[in-house]
T-cell receptor
Framework: AQTVTQSQPEMSVQEAETVTLSCTYDTSESDYYLFWYKQPPSRQMILVIRQEAYKQQNATENRFSVNFQKAAKSFSLKISDSQLGDAAMYFC??????????FGSGTKLNVKP | ETGVTQSPTHLIKTRGQQVTLRCSSQSGHNTVSWYQQALGQGPQFIFQYYREEENGRGNFPPRFSGLQFPNYSSELNVNALELDDSALYLC??????????????FGPGTRLLVL
């Protein structure tokens, strides 16, 4: 069964600094997608970054980048130059078989001014 | 390009009642997925609809059912409501591509409270 584990329920970072959120997953599939979603207090889920498992190159989106370790089934999110607007719940998600998403339990990120 | 919308935003029901939640998918998307997000938890996959057919289902009982319409909008119906059904219900739309669904885009959710 596919599972997604986020072992950090809550993290804090100082504004302008860098923080890394961890995610591990369990799967027997070879082809799948991984995502990081952000859910601010207003609750609408927003896509942060996406990674295709068949691509070895780590995805980047401006200040957001991932460290994808396929063999270790690890998919961490690095946020550089943290901003107050980055404060939110962050969910790691896995998708395979073209019809199901599995989400982790989330990491609450606090950004201190 | 319009985003994913959901209605209503909030809803209060009593145990045993039935509820229908609605979702309009993003323009150009043909796939809708529904999720239940209990307070403090990650979303749990309920089911997905593609071209008006159920295309996958999570571990939810049959009293959770859905529909997708020709315009790709969707409904989630829950019968015989239980207290544990209180949650945020999220709808997400995507485009089923050659390799499978592309990125899902989420609506703002419907907050359901069952008393």
């Amino acid at each position: 069964a596919q599972t997604v584990t986020q072992s950090q329920p809550e993290m804090s970072v100082q504004e302008a600094e860098t923080v890394t959120l961890s995610c591990t997953y369990d799967t027997s599939e070879s082809d799948y997608y991984l995502f990081w979603y952000k859910q601010p207090p207003s609750r609408q889920m927003i896509l942060v970054i996406r990674q295709e498992a068949y691509k070895q190159q780590n995805a980047t989106e401006n200040r957001f980048s991932v460290n994808f370790q396929k063999a270790a089934k690890s998919f961490s999110l690095k946020i550089s130059d943290s901003q107050l607007g980055d404060a939110a719940m962050y969910f790691c998600a896995y998708e395979a078989n073209f019809n199901k998403f599995y989400f982790g339990s989330g990491t609450k990120l606090n950004v201190k001014p | 390009e319009t985003g994913v919308t959901q209605s209503p935003t909030h809803l209060i029901k009593t145990r045993g009642q039935q509820v229908t939640l609605r979702c309009s998918s993003q323009s150009g998307h043909n796939t809708v997925s529904w999720y239940q997000q209990a307070l403090g938890q990650g979303p749990q996959f309920i089911f997905q609809y593609y071209r008006e057919e159920e295309n996958g289902r999570g571990n939810f009982p049959p009293r959770f059912s859905g529909l997708q319409f020709p315009n790709y909008s969707s409904e989630l119906n829950v019968n015989a409501l239980e207290l544990d059904d209180s949650a945020l219900y999220l709808c997400a739309s995507s485009l089923q591509g050659r390799r499978g669904p592309e990125t899902q885009y989420f609506g703002p959710g419907t907050r359901l409270l069952v008393l």
